[in-house]
């Protein structure tokens, strides 16, 4: 086989394969202080696990006030932004790394709004949020941002290949 030939046959190979791999994607998700401090780290993962998410990274961590602020940039100007970057530097998170397709939209119906008193019955924040503020999980809701939440915490090497 010629080079030309071997190069036409991967290319083929590998058109056919995307079609039939569907895409996964990955998100941020953390359970926040509240959940923590609630003893919710087996509940949340629980319910990740029964929607067939695939844990690729975790930890757990305990940002400080400037961490939480930059985690939060995008909410500078609004005005809870001191109050959540307090909280969310309040004591320990369980910070992930979810994979699966369509993640983000699906880890989102699953955690609920973010009023837990708007969350659609059966959802985390529904369940066991007691304020709009401490509600118990995060999720990213973009692409784009998922990128910028997931680089935030971890590198390359910490996120395992599945
Ligand atoms: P999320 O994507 O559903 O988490 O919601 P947002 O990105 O809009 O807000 C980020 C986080 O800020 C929320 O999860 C809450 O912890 C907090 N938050 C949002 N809205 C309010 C609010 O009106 N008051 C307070 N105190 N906190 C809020």
Not at 14 to 27: A, G, Q
Not at 55 to 62: G, L, P, Q, R, S
Request: with cysteine; charged share 30%; hydrophobic share 40%.
């Amino acid at each position: 086989m010629t080079c030309r030939e071997g190069c036409r046959k991967f290319y083929v190979f590998s058109r056919n394969w995307r079609k039939v791999k569907p895409m996964k994607e990955r998100t941020l998700s953390i359970i926040k202080p509240d959940g923590v401090a609630k003893g919710l780290i087996g509940e949340v993962l629980n319910r990740f696990e029964h929607a067939g998410f695939q844990v690729v990274a975790m930890k757990m961590v305990h940002m400080s006030k400037k961490q939480a602020e930059g985690f939060y940039a995008v909410h500078r100007e609004r005005p809870f932004f001191e109050s959540v970057t307090d909280f969310m530097s309040s004591g320990p998170s369980v910070v992930m790394v979810l994979e699966a397709e369509n993640v983000i939209s699906r880890n989102r119906e699953l955690m609920g709004a973010t009023n837990y008193k708007e969350a659609a019955e059966g959802t985390i924040r529904r369940e066991f949020a007691m304020d709009i503020e401490k509600n118990v999980v995060h999720g990213s809701d973009s692409p784009e941002t998922a990128a910028f939440e997931i680089g935030y915490f971890f590198n390359a090497l910490e996120l395992v290949r599945l």
